[in-house]
T-cell receptor
Framework: NAGVTQTPKFQVLKTGQSMTLQCAQD?????MSWYRQDPGMGLRLIHY???????DQGEVPNGYNVSRSTTEDFPLRLLSAAPSQTSVYFC????????????FGAGTRLSVL | TQLLEQSPQFLSIQEGENLTVYCNSS?????LQWYRQEPGEGPVLLVT?????EVKKLKRLTFQFGDARKDSSLHITAAQPGDTGLYLC??????????FGTGTQLKVEL
């Protein structure tokens, strides 16, 4: 099993550019989420999804969009990148809303200049 | 305001030493998890504690959930360089969303 796969691993953007961070899982998990990790702040939830067609906002959703057209994929879109969005982004999945074991991807390191 | 405060934020020790890191909150939780994150990787779940006062052991790691289920500790005996990493506690809150603590960065040197 590949688990949770994130692409790209690294990305540099200019302010105002848009891009999509890809996340795919092959474990047939219902629950997927996106976090950003910044020094001294742990991981903060951006958006999450409890199943295909259902998404909701987390703690820091502004500047990001998500969609969940399939169980496997949960892309994160930055519509107009800002330097404040420089961070490491992690996608995670777990089997169900009430299942505690969460699996993380290896992360995408994003720099916005 | 952080829901979960971890201390210390940084810890650098020599191989063979013992250490304890803490995860504290003013809220009560039904369960708490500990994760370890190595450089360039995502966090990996180490343990889930669910009962007040519960103690779980994972080789040289001992996890304890506070009696009031507001705090937890992680004790490492005879630390090794392979223990180096970022240790994160996390709790499941409203909407079954997982909230993470601020993390403790541990470095174990030879």
């Amino acid at each position: 099993n590949a688990g949770v796969t994130q692409t790209p691993k690294f990305q540099v953007l200019k302010t105002g550019q848009s891009m999509t961070l890809q996340c795919a899982q092959d474990m047939n998990h219902e629950y997927m989420s996106w976090y950003r990790q910044d020094p001294g702040m742990g991981l903060r939830l951006i958006h999450y999804s409890v199943g295909a067609g259902i998404t909701d906002q987390g703690e820091v959703p502004n500047g990001y969009n998500v969609s969940r057209s399939t169980t496997e994929d949960f892309p994160l879109r930055l519509l107009s990148a800002a330097p404040s969005q420089t961070s490491v982004y992690f996608c995670a999945s777990r089997q169900g809303v009430n299942k505690n074991i969460q699996y993380f991807g290896a992360g995408t390191r994003l720099s916005v200049l | 305001t952080q829901l979960l405060e971890q201390s210390p934020q940084f810890l650098s020790i020599q191989e063979g030493e013992n250490l304890t890191v803490y995860c504290n909150s003013s809220s009560v939780f039904s369960s708490l998890q500990w994760y370890r994150q190595e450089p360039g990787e995502g966090p990996v779940l180490l343990v889930t504690v669910v009962t007040g006062g519960e103690v779980k052991k994972l080789k040289r790691l001992t996890f304890q959930f506070g009696d009031a289920r507001k705090d937890s500790s992680l004790h490492i005996t005879a630390a090794q360089p392979g223990d180096t990493g970022l240790y994160l506690c996390a709790v499941t809150g409203g909407g079954n969303k997982l909230t993470f603590g601020t993390g403790t960065q541990l470095k174990v040197e030879l």
